[in-house]
């Protein structure tokens, strides 16, 4: 980490001054890791018309930190990780044995998660305001640590997509036709779906609960706008979501607002402006 604090002290922004506001540069490092996570990951969900997936893992997480803090656990987002992988892999088994469409099974996942951890969170007269800040997130709580995590995570996500991006691309568009390839559609999906559970999961705490979703939609719907071919269509997410995450950390820092809410609404006008010009492609 001192290298990374050695590299922001440079920067021309008052928070970058050698020595001081160190849970800004942890928060900077985590959008640079972060960003291009949510932004690679955007383009297949959005492709698999799974956008309101992460809102469904989310709802998990949060099942798995009320879990964890009611078994005492003294780090419950590790209960969270394992109860939202579980859940992503039961999702993908019932979803490629029923004829239920997608967004149905998502549905069904989704309120019987939240159901479940509102009721774990209030047993006993429990007060559910203490998972409150999950909703809203905290990116200036950050730790280093689980950046390094994130960072690791990133580059397992550069590899799969390297080596099975068309695979994953087929099984996500054709279902029946890999299948009929020898591919393993059921493993595909799985694989990518508890790479998602475990993103959104650890990054739930820093960016909000009520937001993280447009970090899964936002970026690939922009670049879908105005790429002509998928190298422009993975790379307008990255760089947009990256380009907005920066500009929601730095606004949010000079205004006081949240970081999340900032970074989605930054996404947004990338989407607006992106469908503007979704004529005149580049």
Known sequence: MSLWYALVDLLPFEWAQPGQMFFMKNALLAILVISPLFGLLSTMVVQSRMSFFSDALGHSAFTGIAIGALCGLAEPMWAAVGFALAFSLLFTYVRRRSALASDTVIGVFSSTAVALGIFIATLDGGSFTRFNTLLIGDILSVEPRKTILLAAILGVILVLWVCAYNTLLLSALHPALADSRGIQVFWQEAVLNAAIAVVVTLSMTWVGLLVINSLLVLPAAAARCLARNIRQYHLFSILGAMVC???????????????GAAITLYLALYFAIATAFQGKRL
């Open 245 to 259: 995450g920066v500009a929601g950390l730095t606004t949010s820092y000079y205004i006081g607002a949240s970081a």
